[in-house]
């Protein structure tokens, strides 16, 4: 008993501090642990396998719409970072230098990849030639290094584990049609497998990606009322193109340069999982997502029978669901915190009363609700009860996110809102950059997005009072 | 015309120059692209495919033995890399160096992970405390970088992707026991899946791994009768757990250190796939690893009902096999020879004729035997082809291997067969590594690996006659 109240109460309330509360169901859900390396992670197996899975599920609907994977290298010249503007000046402050290869100093230093635009369009450049070449549909799974100062689990660290889609296409409408194509993927991800709403739209100048010509986001609201930026898809135009030289030959045999975008998603997601759907007792995953869907519970284990029905239901299980037998010497109660801590979906509690009855608890991670079901019905129930718990987890995230929504057409109502009303902040913009950084100055929130689903709130910008163009979200942020 | 031949043409016979052939394989079948990064590789679609056939199916071995998946950081302190003296003095002179992050410099200069053996033992130091948290059987697909001087594609590059084991145990013979454990499932992928024969056995101290008590390895023959190690498995005993004080409370409350492997396997492996089963015609891939096992070739695709037909087979065979049809508007010709080129191990022919004649042609890409077979028992007999291709594939390999393997019993026997008959020889070793050296100079042949399955060829050491104790397999080596 005394270990299992441990286990309990290592954790901070989200209420008392959320940050505390994150670190906490981080190292107890024994997602993450810190390594000697600053700044960086090691992503234990109960973190890696949501990656996993997470890739599997994308991977899957990326190739789906014809997307092929490659491998560039981790390496990226200083003088082929340099060669678009924009995108070195975004970079180059963040990146790790490579100077020496063994005992030599190298010629020329290289930065270990932050993204990986130039050295896709480097490929393409020599890679492309004739309109039969294209489109170029290409995607990596790699790690990517930035040189952060502040560092968090998951949401910000020097190394992370990420996806970069780079295509090339033939005219300026294919590219935007494939950029908002794999927001869309992304969104339609984040709803039907993480459980997680999002708000798809464009971000502004100021926000968006050093070299694209427009940055396009999905927005996501954690349960301490900040944003999470949870994917990001990029229209570069023929911008890219010009600097590196990637021309093709249309089909009137003209000389025409390719239009360019990229996509990107990354381990930061799994910080949003835990924020949007974690509680007092630790990891809530969606079952979609989660890497065991059912941990089977023996009590009194040590009776007759109920370790060898437990296998059982196990092996009967196994077919359809990611199912668990927590056969350890830990008492039931520390096995409940336990499997509670690391998010799993459901439990089933059998013990030699309820084999007697043919019965079993299915208990919900999400709500606690207990279900005593027939064990000839325990499959048909389980597949019920997971695309329940699927179906309210979004439901609840998109029900809290839409109560910490707030409309405001004067920057008093703005400034009250974002100092007191942790969620977003939906107001009018007239488009300059000065408002922008005004706000941000002034209230430490940022323009999450443009929103596609427009409102007309007022006709007159929330921080200058001039003309509106534009109704944006605003927020603090991860 | 003119371009069918010139795609047959490109290619060197590998009897006129194997290393030339190798690298217009590699090229022309689009498995990988030089980079502006000097010894670096752009793995494209066709050979990026590969590798995830490989990944799938080994990561599918690998957990159901107990592999759980992590992810520790790219890079490592130069302090940590120095813990273990023989594993730096092996691994210092050929990695990269990151001096600088952002506009710092670093006040330790970090190494890009040329292998993690450090990264896992800093992490399994801090958390191992008892026999309960033991064994740890952890695994992680990256990269890593050795700065090499000479490179070529997939067989040796700065940059390669892998899979490393690190596994911690309790006793000295779970260590043991988990390093043949992977040697042996490294043995069978090879045979069953790439249908590559490999020689198991134990490296020779001077060619064991850097740290290692002990080195096991697969050594498979390539076309040319060099050796390629194919994958390794390291037992380290206590040696890391001493360096890194890793160590565990035992049953009896007793303080000990615990005993680990590491085993590892990379991209090297599809350089291996081409030079054992590759032809003048390009690529053979085995059935079970090639990304597109069949390619449907419609024949005067212009008329009617053709292309239709090839699609409604192509629907048909696609739940149980990897089929694509190919509609280019490139003649029969040169899409025959696009599809030798890339390995795909059988085609299907579909002319007017044919479907007149409810039947399709089947050509397999390792023989070119033809098959005519009613459409009605298309995916029956393609099955079986399959796997008989899959099997022959084995046996040819195996026979070429058996062929270009001699016993020799003196020293000038063993440099006739070094110079002059290129393959495995097996000859008595007295264990002396001065004799191990002297050959190497003499002859560049290198100890392969003392095979489990040993013969007493003779008494005497082939180098200085004295009493022999041990059977090795010596080669000229990738």
């Known amino acids: 008993m005394a270990k299992e109240k441990k286990l309990v109460e290592a954790i901070t309330s989200m209420d008392v501090d959320f940050a505390q509360w994150y670190t906490d169901v981080v190292k107890k859900a024994e997602l993450i642990d810190y390594s000697s390396v600053k700044g960086c992670m090691v992503i234990k197996p109960a973190g890696y396998a949501i990656w996993e899975n997470i890739q599997k599920e994308l991977d899957k609907r990326f190739k789906a719409t014809g997307v092929e994977n490659v491998y560039m290298p981790m ?19 963040e990146v790790a230098w490579v100077t020496h290869g063994g005992l030599n100093e190298l010629q020329e230093r290289m930065c270990v990849r932050p993204t990986s635009e130039t050295l896709f369009c480097d490929f393409y450049a020599k890679d492309i030639q004739s309109y039969r070449d294209l489109p170029k549909v290409y995607n990596q799974w790699c790690s990517v ?23 090339a296409h ?20 984040c709803e039907e497998v993480l459980a997680i709403p999002v708000i798809k739209g464009r971000k502004t100048d100021k926000e968006k ?21 949870s994917g990001t898809s990029h229209n570069f135009g ?44 630790g990891l809530v995953l969606p079952p979609r997502i989660a890497p065991t869907q059912v941990m089977i519970i023996p009590i009194a284990q040590h009776k007759e029978g109920v ?48 084999i007697e009855a043919n019965q079993g608890v299915i208990v919900r991670r999400d709500t606690r609700e207990k279900i005593v079901v027939s064990l000839d019905e325990l499959a048909e129930k389980l597949e019920e009860v997971l695309n329940t718990i699927q179906v309210d987890m979004l439901e609840r995230a998109r029900a809290h996110r839409d109560s910490h929504t707030v409309s405001v057409t004067t920057y008093d109502e703005f400034k009250d809102a974002i100092a007191n009303k942790p969620g977003f902040v939906k107001a009018m913009w007239c488009g300059d950059e000065a408002c922008e950084v005004k706000i941000k100055e002034e209230t430490t929130a940022t323009s999450r997005c443009m929103p596609f689903k427009q409102e007309q709130i007022s006709g007159h910008c929330v921080c200058c009072g001039k003309e509106a163009k534009t109704m944006v979200y605003w927020g603090k942020a991860y």
Chains 1, 2 share one sequence.
């Open 238 to 281: 023929d911008g890219f193109a010009k600097a590196f030289g990637i021309q093709f030959t249309d089909k009137q045999n003209k000389l025409q340069y390719v239009h360019q975008t990229s996509w990107g998603l990354s381990t930061r997601l799994i910080g949003g999982i835990i924020m949007v759907h974690g509680d007092d007792s």
């Open 145 to 167: 290094v930035r040189w952060e100062k502040e560092t968090r689990p998951f949401l910000r660290s020097r190394e992370f584990l990420w996806q970069e889609g780079h295509t």
């Open 307 to 354: 370790l060898d029905k437990a296998y059982e239901l196990k092996s009967q299980l196994e077919e359809n669901f990611r199912v668990k037998v927590d056969a350890s010497d830990k008492g039931p109660g520390f096995k409940f915190a336990e499997q509670e801590m690391r998010g799993i979906p459901v439990r089933i509690e059998l013990g030699p009363k309820d």
């Open 209 to 229: 990606f050093a070299g694209a010509e427009a940055t396009y986001t999905i927005e996501a609201l954690m349960h301490d009322g900040k944003a999470l930026q």
């Open 75 to 93: 390496f990226i010249p200083e003088s082929l970072l340099q060669k678009e503007k924009d995108h070195v000046e975004g970079f180059a402050p």
């Open 170 to 189: 033939e005219t300026a409408e294919q590219a935007e049609e494939r950029t908002i194509q794999m927001l869309n993927l992304y969104a339609d991800f």
